[in-house]
């Protein structure tokens, strides 16, 4: 294959590339996934903590492994979207929550212990009981319901480890027909342990706690075989399905505070998205004038380069998003304005290396040939050092960082693309048509035509 029909595969390919990049961004606000700070949502960073008396070390990698997939259960079923629960470190796990209307309720349910206890309530001090029971006879919110102190210790019945399924429900029958309520269903150890203990314990009370704090104290009126338990008690519909939530999930290996939390406003993050496209925008216009003005017919090739290598660039962000690896956060638009100046750059080298090579008293054939050889070379050469250091950045940062350096990595990949099957392509073929016939319209200035002529006639002179 010759250089010129393979130029013109090039730039074929260039363009069902651009084809397809649209097909993939279009529309964008769509196509391409939005990170919390821009969509809205809730962030937190929850690090373990040991319980009192165990040391630091204690809280060991599998721990954190299931209080991660434990985390993760909890984050699906609040019905959000595009979430994520991440390890950062060794003890602490990033949690984002994109779009949750209820930040505060969705903190409380992924940062509870979720440690289950069905206690028998003959085995804790009376000034307890006492408590507990006035709360249930009030009809008090769930707010106020009575806690165990630390200080007594107890031996529990059951624990939330025998539980297989929790959900909220209304009870059926009887004077507390349609109060809500909180099934569950046990695995066979805890049915047969269950079934003992109700057996030898009817019009006995038990107390169901959760995390030291009593959910329902309710009388046990019958034996219950089959482990199919029944939670009553002052339930709103959002408490029930709380408690359900953190029952069916499990209960943390490790205790979870938040260190870092942030709640940032959907109205806020699209400002801030639209003032980055603003910015990027104003930016792509006042360099593609400079370079019109400047470069003038190269100027426009360079203008198309980085349309170009927008469509690329979106292209893959899309790509990307449509396989749940990438979403565009503040930082990776900051990423994306960089690449800008970046393709930019890449632009302006070619150029001036093109009028360099002519100025050597090369023809315009072998000026756009050699020109823009020695340009893509330069730039690939300064590309591959911000694309490790990017890649370092990706490797040790965390949360939002992460998609600047993605968005620095992807831009330079477009950039080199866009290089290699346009803008040399391009100035190679119209090197030997339009270019050579008005060298003044492309933006070659007359000192390299005349150094280039001047040269000629040295050579000739020599010759002779």
């Known amino acids: 294959m010759d ?20 097909v993939l961004f279009m529309p964008p606000d769509t196509k ?17 903590v040991p319980s009192a008396g165990q040391s630091a070390n204690s809280i060991t990698s599998a721990d954190m492994d299931k209080a991660q997939l434990i985390i993760n259960n909890r984050v699906n079923k609040l019905g959000a979207s595009e979430t994520s629960v991440q390890r950062e470190g060794s003890d602490s796990l990033l949690v984002q929550i994109p ?8 903190l409380k349910i992924i940062n509870t212990t979720g440690k289950l206890e069905f206690v028998d309530m003959s085995t804790l001090p009376s000034a307890t009981v006492d408590a507990i029971n006035t709360w249930e006879g009030s009809g008090a919110a769930r707010s106020s319901a009575p806690s165990i ?44 342990a269950w079934a003992n203990y109700t057996r030898t314990h009817v019009n006995k009370q ?33 408490e029930a399905n709380y408690l359900a939530t953190v029952l069916q999930t499990g209960s943390l290996p490790v205790k979870l505070e938040p260190v870092d939390t942030r709640e940032v406003g959907a109205t806020l993050g699209q400002d801030s998205l639209r003032q980055g496209v603003v910015a990027a925008l104003i ?14 017919g190269m100027g426009v090739i360079s203008v198309l380069g980085l349309g170009i290598f927008a469509s690329l660039f979106l292209g893959l962000l899309a ?39 002519i100025g050597f008293g090369k023809t315009v054939r072998s000026a756009a040939a050699s020109g823009t050889r020695h340009a893509i070379i330069t730039s690939a050469d300064a590309d591959i050092v911000t694309f490790v250091s990017a890649l370092a950045l990706f490797a040790i940062a965390v949360g939002p960082v992460k998609g600047f350096a993605l968005t620095l990595m992807l831009g330079i990949a477009c950039d080199l693309v866009m290089m290699l099957l346009f803008s040399r392509p391009l100035i190679m073929l119209l090197g030997e048509t339009l270019i050579a016939k008005s060298p003044a319209l492309w933006g070659i200035p007359p000192e390299a035509i005349a150094a280039r002529a001047t040269t000629g006639k040295k050579g000739g002179a020599s010759h002779a």
């Open 3 to 22: 250089p010129k029909q393979r130029n013109y595969l090039l730039l074929a390919l260039c363009v069902l590339l651009v084809i397809g990049s649209w």
């Open 32 to 48: 391409i996934t939005q990170a919390l700070d821009i969509r809205g949502g809730l962030s937190v960073i929850l690090k373990a």
């Open 99 to 106: 779009g949750i209307k209820n930040a505060t309720e969705a």
């Open 149 to 192: 102190p630390e200080t007594v210790t107890y031996t529990p019945v059951l624990g939330g480890e025998v539980i297989k399924t929790a959900n909220a429900g209304q009870s059926s029958g009887g004077t507390s027909a349609g109060q809500i309520t909180v099934n569950l269903t046990m695995n066979s150890k805890g049915q047969q």
């Open 206 to 238: 038990v107390a169901i706690v959760l995390d030291r704090v009593v959910q329902s104290a309710p009388v046990i009126q019958e034996p219950i075989l089959t482990g199919d338990t029944q939670i009553s008690g002052n339930f709103t519909v959002d």
């Open 283 to 296: 930016g792509m216009l006042i360099v593609a004038i400079y370079l019109i003005v400047f470069y003038r």
């Open 319 to 357: 790509g990307l998003s449509q396989f749940g690896v990438f979403a565009l956060s503040l930082p990776g638009v900051a990423g994306v304005v960089l690449t800008i100046g970046l393709a930019a750059d890449s632009s302006i080298l070619i150029n001036e290396r093109f009028r360099e090579e």
